[in-house]
């Protein structure tokens, strides 16, 4: 079993200006997912944040990366057009993406999704209620058939993206909304995953739980396979074939 | 635009036995389904139920259906294997089939999903709200963000189904859990299209956005094409293509 | 039935350089394609080009067009991107889109995939052979089993695009490669469809049975549902949504 | 990293008639197959043929087992209501299934599928050759864009299965015709593939390329995850949401 190699990706902003955001990530949102993913086997898990060289995120860093975990909000906009098309392309490579709450919104998500992936909000510190509803799903594992997390931000249906090849939890929350929660796709040789809470204001990320899900995500995502690269070859014609042309 | 022939099938059992159920529907769940969707223009509905000759849907019948809307609970073991055989063919042929509720466990619904079809319930007349999720969906047409449903059965996830094609529903219930309340699939030149709602001790059918989703789901599962007839052909090679086999 | 308004975008420029393109389409492929669609009926049908201002596709142009036919080749990169962001967001509120050929590496059709869009390809002239192989879709209806192109230029897999929600058209080719030819996706509200044919140097608009996959693949895009409008709305709880949070 | 415990199901029927398919498989398909998959280390693999009791496939046998390859085809009416019972929800509750060549006509993959499963065919012995649409799939790795098979019995599209959830592989076919040859889908907890080679009166089970995707296909659909047993459970409504209805 080789070794995992994960980066998680913080725009690290919140935890430097708000207090409430500091108590419960004093070394940034990034620090306290890599110390829970950090097994120090199956997975290495390092950081990167927006204020790095390059967004954090330059080639070199890709080059060792198998899974980048994603944590943006009110910086989106900072992260460069170029950082965005590294981590496409090596998302279509086959490198796996991991996306968390508000990331919904992240270019890089945006541009792999083709889509709008808008959603409605609320932040009223609700309990939420996440349903397992595909048990046998390998970022199912370990999980009961629901979980709860005492106070969150809520986010509500329509959300707008593609239909996920696979769908592996849904929401219910206090004030009567639901949201797909756990969604998989692939695009190219990579796999994407967003999964829905952490909002910074609440200590979701030090709940076992919601670590769970992480790891397993981790361990879905890891590319599986060669990298392939992207090309539009002109491809000749093989003998045999110019003799069935002709034939 | 053809008229769509429609036939609301109902087992018909709870509707003689139990008095609240004879309340809400004094001439049946299917005479007030086809009520709802008897408009005289676009769509013509007419009822079967499981006492008629062959289940009331003999072959017969079936030439000049377009969609059959299902209703089953505890009679799902009287419909013989026959008549199943019989829906099965003509819904990969082309033929719409709406189900309803308890249907989930109509032998017809699990010989075209091919899985359990199992899910978790509870009878609690708790409220149901119902997202949209997928508001450009045909199937969503004239609906609101959510609709309510002021006492219903409860069901929950996992609902064991195969990933549907389209997911346009979602239901919260307010004792905790959600529930994919609205799915698509497309099985040979055939629409399906699951419903939750409809437990017969509610007035369920009664309610008109949940009549209208039924409306819509009539239009979106009508047949688009001609019927494929089914079959394993032996194909012959053209003379052209022997030539190539020898060139 | 509404009248389905439709712009047939073309770049327009190998017709005015290459003298065995204009042989084919005097009067540019988007005339040729324009004059198939149009029946007076049920589809107007008008033609956009790339040297008309913004690109041909202003606001005031999309506000009156249902679905886009895109034909492009070696123009992709003179197309503005707010012509891209205005074109992806009309698909995604309900509009839609045709993509032709050469334009699987068009800006707008990279931009709602999130993939590569990569493919093999070779200018031998070859012939192609068009399977169906969901014969029961409307964009199949009116089709043979198969129909043949005399002459084409030949792409092959991988085809670096997300897996088709549905799939309609496998090509063979005569010199032993296969393609994803007529592949369906949805995206917020709108519907996509990709068809392989249409190299510039054959006269492969002119064939009928591609003609006819064209006019079906108009009428499966054509919005049936009013526009959403993208939006991430704060939803206020209800009155008694904060009753239940505090009970 | 656990052993997968194989069992290649064979009707055995062909091999024991027929001197051509002797020829090739002097003990069996299955037996061919078993000594390509057993490798020792990561693979188990054990045989079972229709003429075993209980069909070769007993719950005693199940319990053991974590992937079915299954090659059949003139028997397939002799294999048992029952087994095929058995089969099914071994395979829902997350046993992997491998489903061979004439196998797409078999009961049990016609149950899980729920569709006609019908194909056109032709056994002139043509040349196939089977490409790789999916390069960065699992089931893929190992192998070249494409790969020939010099004689096989020909299959062509439509194919009458749900839509695959994974497309790997589409064939080409020497006599004009192309099928969708590697195709996986989730049902429940399992995994299927079905995978196109293999006509018995050629040594098709011999060709080393597909050897590897029948070796790589039982590795993608091992069970990743605890069993899951079917129900319908009745849930009682927790304390709170009691409050919560009662709120």
Redesign the interface.
Known sequence: ?KTIRVVVWNENIHERKNSRVQEHYPEGIHSCLANALNDGAEVSCKTATLEDPEDGLPESRLDETDVVVWWGHVGHARVSDRTVDRV?KRV?E?MGLVVLHSGH?SKVFK??????C?????E?G??E?I????????I??GLP??FEIPHEE?Y?????I??P???VF?????????F?SGCC??????RIFYFRPGHETFPTYHQPEVQTVIRNAVRWSAP???R?I?????????P????????
């Not at 796709?185 to 990579?190: A, E, I, L, T, V």
Request: proline letters at 8%; glycine letters at 14%.
């Open positions: 079993m496409q279509l086959g919104y541009r792999l999704m083709g889509t709008t808008s959603l409605g909000w609320r009223a609700e309990k209620r349903w397992t509803c595909d048990p046998g799903h390998p199912a594992q058939a629901y809520m509500s249906e329509p959300f707008g593609p239909t090849d696979e769908l849904i929401s219910w929350f206090q004030g009567g909304e639901v797909r796709w692939r695009r190219g040789n990579g599986q396979a060669p392939w992207d090309s539009c070859p002109n491809i000749k014609i093989s045999e074939g110019v003799q069935q042309m002709e034939g």
